[in-house]
């Protein structure tokens, strides 16, 4: 992974350019009224005049900075890359730049401070549970409650617009499904070429249509192997048949947006924190994730919390408490009192190729995988948003 600028920190560009604003962006061009709030509109004023249906794709962990090593394992990728197909830019994913919060921050067009998936893995207010959203089984909490904000595709459906997504049918009815993907119909999709065999299906319902679908191979290759290896560009290779299978079969009247819910960056520095019992005295609770870390300190215990965990991290990380983080504009530039209550009384935002791991209730696998995200540099923030339009 490069240096410089890529491991620099970046803003969340909320109101500008955020996974926030993709979803607002389809429906105005779809015709669905938008609310008093709604994020930015990121297309020039009539780029999509016409379009009567638009697919959304997101390929996980494919950030924005990338893109120049993708481009070694796919000519399509390449073509994007250098502006000789359709239209590239780059927005940011919101915070933490993980997989939960960035597809609710996408699907319901809203930042984490208002849809309330504010961390991978957080502490349950009223009963101090720990829910760990890509395993939620929507048992406890539930998730309307959890996530009440009305989803985009409901939004879309209440105004006649067919919506549909294509994804692996496990998630069907996972808690965070219920949660975000409200409003919509799911057709059922393993592979990149079902993906896209399914998108296109889905494209021709209705009179106006949105398709919402959803790839992991990447962010699972470079998870497992790193970000630049030879899994990783065959993951890259694999995916991006589905965007040429999106392309040959995009109706006229349609476009495709191609997106990620973050980016990703090779660790190399890890924290194990089972290995320092003295960085869980005074900490009934750690949540987020390797690169962001929620701690929730015991009654009074949050100085000397925050004394032994700077001390262990030094320069590695910044630590700071809920409210700097809100008042920082991390999650939104509204953050709710529900929202807010779900974030640790600190929060460790890792720097660098730096990792917190070896937390307790997490599977082993997860001190051990290289490639990681959630935090706030560039490698993980920036995301691509590459529109194409048929015709």
């Given at each position: ?133 890509i395993r939620w089984d929507g048992s406890s909490p539930d ?249």
């Amino acid at each position: 992974m490069p240096s410089s600028p890529y491991l620099a920190a970046a803003r969340p560009a909320y109101g500008t350019g955020t996974l926030a604003d993709v979803m607002p962006t389809a429906l105005a061009a779809l015709g669905v009224p938008q609310r008093t709030d709604s994020p930015a509109v990121l297309l020039r004023d009539g780029e999509l005049d016409g379009v009567r249906r638009i697919a959304v794709l997101l390929l996980d962990g494919f950030g924005y900075h990338l893109l120049g090593q993708a481009a070694q394992a796919s000519a399509t990728v390449g073509a994007v890359h250098h502006g000789e197909l359709g239209t590239l830019t780059a927005i940011t994913a919101t915070v933490p730049s993980s997989t939960p919060i960035s597809l609710a921050s996408l699907a319901c067009g809203a930042p984490p401070g208002v849809h309330g998936i504010i961390g991978f893995t957080v502490r349950v207010p009223d009963t101090g549970d720990l829910v760990t959203h890509i395993r939620w089984d929507g048992s406890s909490p539930d998730p309307e409650t959890w996530q009440p904000e009305p989803t985009a595709f409901e939004r879309a459906s209440a105004d006649g617009v067919a919506c549909t997504i294509v994804s692996n049918g496990t998630f069907r009815d996972t808690g965070l499904t219920r949660a975000i993907y409200r409003g919509a119909d799911w057709l059922p999709a393993l592979s990149p070429r079902e993906v896209a065999e399914g998108t296109v299906s889905a494209l021709a319902r209705g009179d106006r249509s949105l398709v919402y679908a959803y790839l992991p191979d990447v962010d699972t290759a470079g998870h497992f192997h790193g970000v630049g290896s030879p899994a990783w560009l065959e993951a890259v290779a694999e995916v991006s048949e589905a965007i040429d299978g999106i392309l040959t079969g995009l109706p006229r009247d349609a476009a495709l947006f191609v997106t990620a819910d973050h980016g990703m960056v090779n660790v190399t520095d890890r924290l194990h924190v089972d290995q320092r019992p003295d960085l869980l005295q005074g900490v009934d609770a750690i949540a987020g994730d390797g690169r962001m870390r929620y701690l929730y300190a015991a009654p009074g215990a949050v100085e000397d919390v925050r004394s032994a965990w700077s001390d262990a991290v030094g320069e590695r990380a910044e630590l700071i408490d809920r409210d700097e983080a809100v008042d920082r504009g991390w999650f939104g530039p509204k953050v709710t009192d529900a929202a807010r209550e779900r974030i640790g009384d600190l929060v460790v935002a890792c720097k660098g190729t730096f990792a917190i791991v070896g937390v307790e209730g997490e599977p082993p696998h997860v001190a051990r995988l290289i490639g990681q995200h959630g935090g706030l540099t560039a490698a993980e923030m920036a995301v691509p948003l590459w529109t194409y339009r048929a015709g």
